[in-house]
């Protein structure tokens, strides 16, 4: 799956309204060194690219802003929503935390303790270091505290909603093992084909079916469109400049506030000062 979606068109994405945002965009206003921002900005661009070769009936939306317990935007990054439309007219999201971590199939994960995961080789039967030099991977609440609070906007919505991380594979030697690991607050963890899989079980309708109003809540919330492309060529005359135009979908203020609490973190890069949080993770 992760080679052959490789030449996928994102653009043609774009164009056919079934993509808002820029994959790995919202990573640039995070607290991550480079190396991490770059590889979750490779992950998040080859789950993009999975779903587009797919050809998923979902419209995928990138680098959200997420909200406070005041259901206030903040600068708490959401990856992605996969958003969809059953025949009975239900409305489902996705919504996908996408992991690129070291190791191909020969690498699995495993919860140390419910903030901890640790790496090992299957084959080796050994523990295996990142480039920090330790086996042990931290975790955010990030998605669990996340949930709790867009809980009340999906339930105005009607969309019923999951919530995940996806292990993204990162290069050609297959995806991690990540079948008994757990993110904290009970969120499961997936690979892009049961991702996949879950979606296609549900037999959606095309996206054309969601309701505008859907669209329009999850539009408002992503934090970076990509350039529109340029408008081909025609011969129809130019609407007058008086002729009424929709409004822009506001964009939420960015604010460089905790995920959990939504306090402000003052420059703080490594713990949240007000509740502790790990921002690193």
Not at 41 to 58: C, D, F, K, P, W
Not at 63 to 92: F, K, M, T, W
Not at 203 to 209: I, T
Request: aromatic share 6%; glycine share 8%.
């Amino acid at each position: 799956m992760y080679e052959a979606s490789l030449n996928a068109n994102l653009q043609q994405e774009r164009q056919l309204g079934k993509l808002y945002g820029d994959p790995g965009s919202g990573l640039d206003y995070s607290a991550f060194g480079n190396t991490a921002v770059q590889a979750g900005q490779q992950g998040e661009s080859a789950l993009a690219r999975i779903i587009a070769y797919m050809r998923l009936n979902v419209i995928s939306f990138w680098s959200l802003y997420g909200l406070n317990e005041n259901r206030q935007p903040i600068n708490a990054d959401i990856d992605c929503v996969l958003v969809g439309i059953d025949p009975q007219q239900q409305v489902h999201a996705w919504f996908v935390d996408a992991k690129n971590y070291k190791g191909g199939s020969d690498t699995k994960y495993v919860n140390l303790d419910p903030r901890n995961l640790v790496r090992m080789s299957i084959s080796r039967r050994a523990l295996i270091k990142g480039s920090d030099g330790t086996p042990v991977v931290k975790m955010s609440e990030n998605m669990a505290t996340q949930r709790d609070n867009w809980a009340s906007t999906l339930e105005t919505y009607h969309v019923a909603a999951q919530w995940m991380v996806c292990m993204v594979p990162g290069g050609h030697n297959g995806n991690p093992d990540v079948s008994e690991a757990v993110w904290p607050g009970n969120v499961r963890v997936v690979t892009p084909g049961q991702l996949v899989a879950e979606i296609q079980s549900l037999s959606l309708l095309p996206v054309d079916n969601i309701p505008p109003r859907v669209v329009r809540l999850f539009t408002s919330a992503v934090k970076q469109q990509a350039p529109a492309p340029a408008a081909p060529a025609t011969n129809t005359v130019p609407m007058p400049a008086t002729s009424p135009v929709p409004a822009p979908i506001p964009q939420p203020a960015i604010t460089n506030n905790c995920p959990k609490c939504g306090q402000p973190l003052n420059g703080q890069t490594n713990f949240c000062p007000n509740c502790g949080t790990p921002l690193n993770a």
